[in-house]
């Protein structure tokens, strides 16, 4: 097994295309494909289900691509790092965040601040997805992310530092009946088209509000957003109302924000293994904290 190979397998899991996956690497659509068998014979499983039209992974092959894609990020990662060692940083730190408003807010000032003090360390912004943070903190694809307490659940591989205490919100078009209203049952909103936030990018505790939206208005019709950016566009477009925390949509004169009188705490902040030992870690929680108090 080589380097390679791996990339051959993680491109194609991604492409599904031998023809994409070739161009992307700068190989040869045959040279893609004896990568592929040499790696399939050298495992001993099948990664790929294959015909003239279409490429699929196994339940084999996506397991192994899951495992392979955090381990070539990491590797690419670290061979970035080693360059920038060489030539002007002394080390490199990852942070994993979920572009909510208040990440938009605050997250630039926390890196100049953290620069200021630190302008040797390089700072890298990756895209997290809320329902493998853990995975990729433990594969060490992120030094640090931005996340809700509940996300992390009782893990002891895990240090959670709050950063904010939020709370759940009615989230309407500006013209609704609703929008001048100063609180609002969950049962008032029955018989709204309402808008949920994807199951499987969900934290805990917004899967258990939509659960009991789903079960305090059974006269609802549903339809779902994958990001909040999609629930946000989806509202002003007048497809109906949303519940989110209140920390994830921004100000916009197109939209109207109600207190649910239901309340249940939404604890957002910073985590990183519990093992973690870099300096660069332990500095950038630091100083989070100095500026939060």
């Not at 003239?52 to 790092?81: H, P």
């Not at 309407?172 to 969950?186: G, K, R, T, Y």
């Not at 566009?233 to 007048?238: A, G, L, V, Y």
Request: proline fraction near 4%; hydrophobic fraction near 35%; glycine fraction near 4%.
């Amino acid at each position: 097994m080589n380097i390679q190979q791996l990339k051959c397998f993680v491109s194609l899991a991604e492409t599904l295309n031998f023809s994409t996956t070739a161009e992307k690497l700068n190989l040869t659509q045959p040279a893609v494909s004896h990568n592929i068998k040499s790696l399939e014979n050298e495992l001993g499983i099948i990664l790929f289900v294959r015909n003239k039209r279409t490429v699929n992974l196994t339940l084999a092959g996506n397991s192994f691509y899951e495992d392979m894609e955090g381990l070539l990020f990491r590797l690419d990662q670290s061979i970035k790092k080693a360059k920038l060692l060489s030539e002007k940083y002394e080390s490199t730190l990852v942070i994993g965040y979920t572009e909510t408003v208040f990440e938009k807010k605050v997250l630039p000032d926390m890196i100049r601040r953290f620069k200021e003090k630190y302008p040797q360390i390089q700072i890298q912004l990756k895209k997290s997805n809320l329902t493998r943070e853990k995975e990729d903190l433990l594969n060490q694809k992120f030094d640090v992310i931005f996340t809700s307490d509940d996300n992390l659940g009782k893990d002891i591989d895990f240090c959670f530092y709050p950063v904010l205490q939020g709370f759940y919100v009615c989230v309407l078009p500006q013209n609704h009946p609703f929008a001048n209203e100063s609180v609002l049952d969950i049962e008032q909103l029955n018989h709204q088209s309402i808008i949920l936030f994807d199951e499987h990018q969900s934290p805990p505790t917004l899967k258990r509000m939509n659960k009991k939206i789903t079960e305090n208005c059974p006269d609802s019709i549903y339809t779902y957003g994958d990001t909040i950016n999609t629930v946000h566009t989806m509202i002003k477009s007048d497809l109906g109302v949303s519940v989110l925390p209140n920390f994830v949509i921004g100000e916009d004169s197109e939209i109207a924000v109600v207190p649910l009188s239901y309340t249940e705490e939404v604890v957002y902040g910073l985590a990183c293994l519990r093992s973690e030992e870099r300096l660069e870690v332990k500095r950038w929680i630091s100083t989070i904290k100095e500026l939060l108090t």
